[in-house]
């Protein structure tokens, strides 16, 4: 009777412990609107931008406002890449996971419900964009402060306001551009 006693308690306790792990888990998901809404990018968009980027098998592509997850999703199937996919919308990264799923790139890539803003972005040698103007504007100090000198920034629709682009592209009428971040 007390080892079974015993169990029982081990049991509640290892219970309680996922029970409240998991309510950790859900306070930290973010429960703001977007600051976009999601449209995505055109597959010929996309493989542009990874082109610009020059993204290979050793590179870790950041999406900051992923949608469906096409852009790390790409990078994975295509060149092999390491890819992080972050959402603040929870539709979305339902179908980034489908997504993840469908294409077999789950060894590569991640999906993250988190907002853009507080997520840091050292892990990341490539980023992809497809935000706002003044989103762009409103990261471009949190990329200077945390990304890797030589980290790829690319952007599909919007500059970054002062920040001139080394390389802009036009993609059956899309703009596209890219940056790299600077030696400290
Ligand atoms: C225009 S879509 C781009 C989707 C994808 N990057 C593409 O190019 O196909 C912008 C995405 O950003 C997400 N988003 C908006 N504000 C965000 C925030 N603060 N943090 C994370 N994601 C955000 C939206 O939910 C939406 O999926």
Redesign the pocket.
């Known amino acids: 009777m007390r080892n079974r006693n015993f169990a029982l308690a081990v049991t509640l306790a290892v219970v309680g412990l996922a029970g409240a792990t998991e309510a950790l888990a859900q306070a930290a998901a973010?429960s703001r609107r977007?600051?976009?809404?999601?449209?995505?990018?055109p597959e010929a968009v996309v493989e542009a931008m990874l082109q610009v980027a020059g993204v290979t098998k050793n590179d870790t592509v950041y999406?900051?406002?992923?949608?469906?997850g096409?852009?790390p999703v790409t990078a994975a199937k295509k060149y092999g890449a390491k890819g992080v996919c972050?959402?603040?919308?929870p539709e979305?990264i339902k179908e980034a996971n489908e997504n993840v799923t469908k294409n077999n790139v789950g060894h590569l890539v991640k999906v993250v419900h988190?907002?853009?803003?507080e997520q840091d972005l050292s892990g990341a040698s490539v980023i992809?964009l497809?935000?706002l103007p003044s989103l762009n504007v409103k990261l471009m100090p949190k990329l200077m402060k945390e990304c890797k000198p030589g980290t790829r920034i690319v952007s599909?629709a919007f500059d970054m306001g002062s920040w001139k682009p080394e390389k802009e592209l036009d993609v059956d009428g899309r703009k596209v551009y890219f940056w790299t971040i600077p030696k400290r």
Not at 63 to 68: A, K, M, T, V
Not at 86 to 89: G, H, L, M, N, S
Not at 114 to 117: H, I, N
């Open positions: 973010p977007p600051d976009v809404i999601f449209m995505p990018t999406d900051l406002g992923c949608g469906d096409r852009i972050f959402d603040i919308d979305r988190a907002d853009l803003f992809t497809y935000l599909h």
